[in-house]
């Protein structure tokens, strides 16, 4: 309950002998005869007066609780930030926090914020609609329930004492996790992995060489990012070890571990989720090449055990996702394209590609494609020999707008990568392209598949979406 302050009980005064002189008034021209008519006039003239006044003083109280409630509120964040600013060693696990608790609200605030006033107040722009708490309730909820360190615990607790009295925050979390676990069963996460040129960092390096940085994002749901661009947090703090820029091969060497990590923090946040989550990779056009495929997720395993066997793995040019990306208008139209093909097979929208193609591809491309034409139905190329120089391949795909491309990374002996890859796109469905390649992948578990005999070690999958933005140029 709102306190009486002095200028708010002042006003209430005013405001009670203004009605008492409105009563007063009414009474008197109750007691009037019908033929005091300028009795009556005046009466009724200071009476429109104090009509105005008391609504002038209503008014005025209205401004003065609304201080008071504001000021109530105020303390409230206050409090609470004064119990978080000083947890500095909780600060990361904060901040995550935060991220998990903007997954499940649809709208547009800052996701990167590095101080607990910053939290609340961005937390405080959402609106609650017809929920029974807010996003900071959440908040709150879930600091109960992540944070170990007992004087934060004591400190959030006698805070919620005297602030919300009426909540009880563990079975809050109980009830926001069991909605949120319903939800999830059936929804498709992701994972979001991008490498970047750091020019800043290359361009300072004593050795000339080109360093790179990773980042990473969770997806709740794909369809619901696609739609809301909501649902999503980062999977590395920003500044932290491996956010920081690096060399490829020290980016690399880190890569199974940095995987795995990505991997349970998903199983975490999405239990009771009944699909595995899709990996979305995207590269520079200089790292095309990488076998993403193939990165290990444990190489001590006996068959080894690789990200490709059990994960739909995408590659994405970064180059087309910066802004700066020329060709975008053909690239959508051949992507409109290519869903209005999804039921058709592979081999009859797509144009095979030799290596000794790659001087003539551009006109071998123009000739094909034709962004503009109703008439072509090509919307994507494979590459029947392993291509010498994949950055070239690629700068030419860019430049006509492909969104599609599948190559091998590895000429098997006898030539049987050209009779393999051609058995597979032949028995393919566009639309399920990225399955059967996931299913090619997978039957290199097996030990009699190997990568001598086998283009499941060695297929790599372009499949460019133009509205499927990683959350940072999203």
Same mark, same amino acid.
């Given at each position: ?5 002095p ?5 209430q005064?005013?405001l ?11 009474n008197?021209i ?5 033929s ?7 009466l009724?003239n200071?009476?429109?007066i104090?009509f105005d006044n008391i609504?002038?003083e209503?008014?005025?109280i209205q401004?003065e ?7 109530l509120?105020?303390?409230?964040f206050?409090?609470l930030i004064?119990?978080l600013?000083p947890?500095?060693?909780l600060?990361?696990?904060?901040q ?5 608790t ?10 990167n914020v590095?101080d607990?006033?910053? $939290?609340?107040?961005? =937390? /405080? ?5 017809s @929920?029974?708490?807010?996003?900071l309730d *959440?908040?709150?909820?879930n600091l109960?329930?992540e944070?170990?360190d007992?004087n934060v615990?004591?400190d ?7 602030y919300?009295?009426s ?10 996790q069991?909605?949120q ?5 059936n929804?498709?996460?992701a ?7 750091s020019d800043?960092a290359?361009?300072?390096s004593?050795d ?11 997806i709740?749901d794909?369809?619901?990012?696609q739609t809301?661009?909501t649902?999503f947090?980062s999977l ?6 491996d956010?920081?820029?690096?060399l490829l091969?020290n980016?690399?060497q880190? $890569?199974?571990r940095? =995987? /795995?990590?990505?991997?349970t923090e998903? @199983?975490?946040h999405c239990?009771?989720? *009944? ?8 590269l520079?056009i200089?790292?095309?090449?990488l ?7 444990d190489?001590?395993?006996k068959?080894?055990?690789?990200l ?6 995408f590659?994405?040019c ?9 060709k975008e ?19 009859n ?7 000794s193609d ?8 123009d ?5 503009e034409s109703?008439?072509s139905k ?6 029947t020999?392993v291509p010498i120089d ?5 700068e ?5 707008g492909?969104p599609?491309?599948?190559?091998c990374?590895?000429d ?8 393999q890859?051609?058995?597979l796109?032949?028995?393919?469905y566009?639309?399920?392209l ?13 030990t009699k ?8 070690h060695h297929l790599?999958?372009l ?9 940072k140029?999203?």
């Open positions: 309950m709102v306190s009486i302050n200028k708010l009980k002042y006003l005064g005013q009670d002998a203004l009605e008492k002189n409105q009563q007063e008034l009414e008197q109750g007691t009037l005869l019908p005091q008519i300028l009795e009556r006039n005046a009724e200071q009476l429109y104090i609504e002038k209503k008014q005025e401004k609780q609304k201080k008071c409630r504001d000021k509120v105020q303390k409230k206050d409090e004064e119990i600013q947890a500095e060693s600060r990361a696990q904060i995550q926090i935060y991220q998990n903007l997954l499940h609200w649809p709208v547009k605030v800052k996701q590095d607990v006033q910053s $939290i609340v107040n961005e =937390l /405080n722009k959402i609106a609650q609609g @929920l029974t708490y807010s996003a *959440e908040f709150i909820a109960f329930h944070i170990s007992d615990v004591n959030l607790t006698q805070w919620g004492q005297e919300c009295q909540r009880d925050w563990l079975s809050l979390y109980k009830q926001i069991e909605s676990n319903k939800r999830l069963e929804a498709q996460p994972i979001f992995i991008t490498i970047t040129r800043e290359s361009t300072q004593q000339g060489e080109t360093y790179y940085q990773l980042e990473s994002w969770l709740e794909i369809d619901t990012y809301k661009k649902g947090y590395l703090a920003a500044g932290c070890q956010n920081i820029p690096c091969e980016l690399l880190n $890569i199974t940095l =995987l /795995n990590g990505f991997i998903q @199983l975490k239990q009771g989720c *009944e699909n595995y989550p899709q990996i979305h990779v995207f520079p200089e790292l095309m090449h076998g993403v495929d193939a990165w290990s997720l190489p001590t395993s068959p080894p055990e690789y490709g066997h059990d994960y739909l793995v590659i994405h970064g180059n087309r996702y910066d802004g700066t990306y020329r208008p053909s690239w959508r139209k051949i992507w409109k394209r290519q869903q209005a093909l999804l039921q058709d097979f592979v081999l929208v797509f144009i095979a590609v030799h290596d790659i001087n003539n591809l551009r006109d071998i491309l000739d094909y494609v034709k962004p109703a008439d090509v919307v994507g190329l494979y590459v020999d994949v950055k070239r391949l690629l030419d795909v860019l430049d006509v492909l599609i491309s599948i190559w990374r590895k098997l002996p006898d030539k049987s990568h050209k009779t890859i051609e058995d796109l032949k028995a393919s566009l639309g399920d990225p399955t059967k390649v996931k299913e090619k992948r997978h039957e290199t578990r097996k598949n190997t990568e001598v005999n086998h283009i499941g790599s999958l499949w460019d979406d133009p509205h499927f933005y990683p959350p140029s999203a």
